[in-house]
């Protein structure tokens, strides 16, 4: 009897054992971060999305009152009203999903408000709206990506939204750029663009693009249109001249700076070429030009710099 007792006992266990061992397993849980179930890109995006905000806005504030022209006032206001409602619009969402977004711009984005900060009048209209140039380029990428390959349904809808709005203002800030160097470039040309003969130029990554060899200027009215740039060569043997439009260049202590000019454009550039209607300041001064022939101011017919064509 006690041995019918011990296998039924035995029997009991091993039977029910698969079933204790099944519940006795926990579930596989959902990989859950610390910010939540966001996709990586979801998240990078939104952070670098509040970022883009908090500067546009101060970057705004700063030209309203820091900047010379009219225009570039109002875009500096456009920029308050725009990127506020699209910063609130992603806290809201934010608060939603219970993502934690940046309170405070980064590091490369502070260094860029403080510099523009230090700056007044033309200078500041010069520097605002090149710096509003590359933001808005790298901004309407960034969203472009996320309206295409985001994971969050609600955070690429928002992009697709703000895409057009932050289109239109990099149209905006390129239209206003040439109008704001002619106007407030002339007037430190006559005094400033002399002192660059000579001097080595670079790009903005710091590399050499060459030297400056000479400068064309306009016939009527003698200011500066474009710097010809000493490429290579020994002693001028092997030398290439290629043109710069005047209004990339800005001085940075005893440097030259291209904006928006990388060494690469430049090899591929094409060689300039002097004719009888080149005006140049190395001919006004009695010099000798970098490259060929030009004429001096005292001439009569109306002339106008002709780089080569390719």
Known sequence: MKRHHLLATAAMILFTAPALSLAQTPAPAKTVTEKGQMAQQDMTFAEKAAVS?????????LAQDQAKGQSVKQFG???VSDHTKTSEAMKAMAQQKSMTLPTKLDSEHQQKLDKLRGLKGDQFDA????????AHQTAVTLF???AEDGKDADLRRFAEQTLPTLEQHLRHVRDLRPNVASAGGGA????????MMGKDVYGENGKKLGDVADII??????????????????????AK????????????????VARQVTEDQVKQMAEFKYDDTTVSLGKRHGGTAAHGTANSLDSAQPRNPQPNQQ
């Open 53 to 61: 905000d908090m500067f546009e806005i101060q970057a705004g504030k």
């Open 77 to 79: 206001s456009q920029m």
């Open 127 to 134: 520097a605002y709206l090149q710096g509003q140039t590359d």
């Open 144 to 146: 472009r990506q996320q």
């Open 188 to 195: 430190q040309q006559s005094t400033s663009f002399e002192k």
């Open 217 to 238: 200027l306009d016939a009527q009215t003698g200011k500066a249109t474009q710097v010809i740039l000493n490429r290579g060569g020994v002693l001028g043997i092997g």
């Open 241 to 256: 001249h290629v043109a710069l439009d005047y209004n990339l260049l800005r001085t940075d202590g005893d440097r030259v």
